[in-house]
């Protein structure tokens, strides 16, 4: 009923843009006779479409003329994907990533130090070939108060620095005082100041080092710019008890604070149960989401805490031959090899087999998620745009593959065109523009006055093609990939087109930084009840 109404609406406008003449010299690129979806209004046909100065200019039945045509005949033309959890912002994970469709390259989780995002944006701009963006890292302000700072130049690799960082292990099991708590506070603050998109937290590789009331004050300094705090919540992976736990922390958070979250990557035990609890949240108004990524297995350092024998053996009851695989040689571990690579190569990418794969189909008809990589790394990690991507190293197969793999399940399930344009694109956008992102606001929608961020694609034909044997194979299939309104990939090829723009909120002349007070830090050290905080706790006369 509702669908009916908003495809009628969609057919009236279309009439009223009928009306008015084409001009005869029109557009800087059309898209002439693809099937267009836009998932926010429903607009479902072939139309034209026509873009100029960056934005697309007119939907239209009218045939169009443009200096540059696409022939889109038997292709969807959708909005360009949106990925809020790509680590591999360089280059080649930009160039990677946009043979996948994706437009907009975010890391809003491990994502990069508070103090160095105004020069991360910096070192982008005019040069990149994705539209990009990072949040302030939790993780990365803890390494540098817990174990000393690094070198610029490493923290200059945003999301990457920590495969130096992660070689020590202050940052994840050493509880902060309440001095250094300040400290790690006003590093994340500092980013949000110059524009952040948000918080990013490993909460969930920090096993004995964040308390509760040190992420409950992490969000906290999000919620003072009404910006989202996104967690690999704790405990993540564990089992349906403890998964659901650490999704709640988060959750729960966020609401009391009024403030947006993402859940990151809750495909795992328990998820269904996760994702009511989103859903019942987003029905009450609560700007909250979660991601999935479309694979059974994952990928992460072999340090990572919640792999050690006594968690992931004895208390998950794993093995590491069925679970733990070295993505280069395509051996799985055993203890013996786990203890020895744990001293020479801590920081080395594994892939992690934990879930059934019946249900990564499932996971793409869910509403109200997004689908985003966590896209690993690949050698050359800090290679040029143009290295051949046929010749780079190893890695988990989400990195290249993540939305064709989401489309050719979407196409051997039966699921909905639509729901996967959601579940890619708009629903991140969405959400995102619902924390006022104004890049965000006007990407993920295929309507006049919008961002031409678009991708179109062979709906039969485009594939995934690298699997966990050959983990960094591009996809197939893309007619064409825009970017601001430019080309920049066209018949599977990339091209030396550098149009991305930043994706931040504006920077801000003050931080909005207020320490933490010592009764509410020290509560969570007593062994008795916590010590209330008077200060300020009663208005002194009259109040509410
Ligand atoms: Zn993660």
């Avoid at 994502?111 to 990365?140: D, K």
């Avoid at 709640?248 to 495909?267: D, R, T, Y």
Wanted: hydrophobic share 40%.
């Amino acid at each position: 009923m509702k669908k009916k109404k908003r495809l009628l609406i969609g057919t009236l406008l279309m009439s009223v843009m009928c009306a008015v003449p084409a001009l005869a010299q029109d557009y800087e690129l059309v898209i002439n006779s693809g099937r267009v979806m836009d998932p926010e209004t429903l607009f479902d046909d072939i139309a034209n479409v026509g873009i100029k100065d960056g934005r697309i200019a007119e939907i239209s039945k009218q045939p169009l003329k443009g200096a540059e045509t696409i022939d889109a005949t038997g292709h969807i033309v959708a909005p360009g994907f949106i990925d809020t959890h790509f680590h591999w912002q360089a280059p080649l994970g930009y160039a990677i990533g946009l043979r996948d469709g994706l437009t907009s390259s975010m890391d809003l989780e491990l994502a990069c130090p508070g103090t160095f995002i105004a020069s991360w944006y910096e070192a982008r701009a005019g040069v990149t070939q994705a539209n990009y963006g990072c949040a302030s890292s939790h993780e990365q302000a803890r390494q540098m108060v817990m174990d000393g700072k690094m070198s610029d130049e490493i923290y200059e690799r945003g999301p990457m620095a920590v495969m130096e960082a992660r070689k020590k292990n202050g940052w994840s099991l050493d509880r902060a005082t309440l001095e250094q708590g300040n400290e790690i506070l006003k590093i994340i603050d500092k980013g949000l100041q110059d524009g952040a998109i948000g918080v990013g937290s490993t909460v969930g590789y920090m096993r004995d080092g964040v308390t509760t009331r040190e992420m409950f004050e992490v969000q906290k300094v999000a919620a003072r710019y009404d910006r989202l705090t996104t967690a690999h919540t704790r405990f993540t992976p564990d089992n349906d008890i403890m998964e659901n736990v650490g999704a709640q922390e988060l959750l729960l958070n966020a609401v009391a604070l009024g403030a947006p979250a993402i859940a990151l990557h809750f495909n795992n035990p328990g998820w269904r149960f996760t994702q009511e609890l989103i859903s019942r949240l987003q029905d009450a108004g609560h700007n909250v989401w979660g991601e999935i990524y479309p694979y059974a297995a994952g990928s992460t350092f072999l340090n990572a805490v919640y792999l050690s024998p006594d968690n992931w053996v004895e208390r998950m009851g794993h093995r590491y031959e069925d679970t733990l695989q070295d993505p280069i040689t395509g051996d799985f571990y055993d203890l013996a090899r786990y203890n020895a690579d744990m001293k020479t190569d801590p920081t080395k990418l594994i892939v992690l087999y934990k879930m059934p794969v019946e249900d990564v189909p499932k996971w793409l008809t869910l509403k109200g998620v997004t689908v985003a990589s966590d896209s690993v790394v690949a050698e050359p990690i800090f290679g040029p745009w143009d290295f051949p991507l046929d010749q780079l190293g190893a890695t988990h197969p989400r990195t290249s593959g993540t939305r064709s793999l989401s489309l050719r399940l979407g196409r051997e399930n039966n699921i909905p065109m639509m729901q996967l344009m959601s579940i890619l694109s708009y629903n991140a956008a969405k959400h995102l523009g619902d924390t006022g992102l104004k890049a965000m606001q006007e990407r993920g929608r295929m309507q006049t006055g919008m961002v031409a961020d678009i991708v179109v694609f062979d709906p039969e034909r485009v594939t995934d093609n690298s699997n966990y044997d050959n983990g960094a194979v591009p996809s197939t299939g893309f007619k064409a990939v825009i970017v601001n309104g430019q080309v920049t990939v066209r018949d599977d090829k990339l091209l030396p087109v550098f149009a991305g723009q930043p994706i931040r909120f504006e920077p801000e002349a003050k931080p909005r930084f207020e320490p933490i007070s010592v009764a509410a830090w020290n509560a969570e050290f007593s062994t008795g009840m916590p010590d209330p905080d008077v200060t300020g706790a009663f208005p002194a006369k009259g109040g509410k």
